[in-house]
């Protein structure tokens, strides 16, 4: 294969529409605009928002303001991320008595968004006594875990 042999995919190359060109065309006379209304003349808008007049849907839609309103922007500056992991993940991953860090969280498959901080969810049951470091911890889960004879260390 050589650049002399490159050619664009059939059908995907169109030859351009030449309007206003006699009848015989098919893109004569009025050049495909219809015979009468706003699209017929000349400086006729025709805007990817417009909707012929209708009220368009980004004028329709509600506007939600301010930066501490749940779906209010794109960014939420204010809101906290954090990835939740699991005791029952940590009951299926690690052995009794492991040292769970955070390293070894994502080592594990768990925790994987490089610079959110990671928060333990109680959701399952935890039998095995293990020292799990995280960022935060649900009241929930530092329960089952100080239950079932582990400690819980909250990293900064």
């Known amino acids: 294969m050589g650049l002399n042999t490159l050619a664009p995919a059939p059908g995907s190359r169109k030859p351009r529409k030449r309007v206003g060109r006699g009848e015989g065309s098919g893109l004569g006379k009025t050049s495909g605009r219809g015979q009468k209304g706003y699209g017929s003349r000349s400086g006729a808008k025709d805007r990817a928002r417009f909707e012929g007049g209708q009220m368009p849907i980004h004028m329709r839609m509600r506007k939600l303001r301010g930066p501490t309103k749940k779906m209010s922007m794109p960014f939420e500056p204010f809101r906290t991320h954090t990835q939740p992991v699991n005791v029952q993940d940590l009951e299926a991953r690690f052995e009794s008595g ?51 004879g582990g400690t819980v260390v909250v990293v900064e």
Do not use: D, M, N
Not at 115 to 139: D, M, N, Q, R
């Open 98 to 148: 492991a040292e769970v860090t955070v390293e070894a969280l994502v080592a594990a498959g768990l925790g994987t968004r490089k610079g959110v901080p990671i928060k333990i969810l109680a959701k399952g049951e935890i039998t095995k006594p293990l020292t799990v470091h995280a960022h935060k911890f649900s009241a929930s889960a530092r329960e089952a875990i100080e239950g079932a």
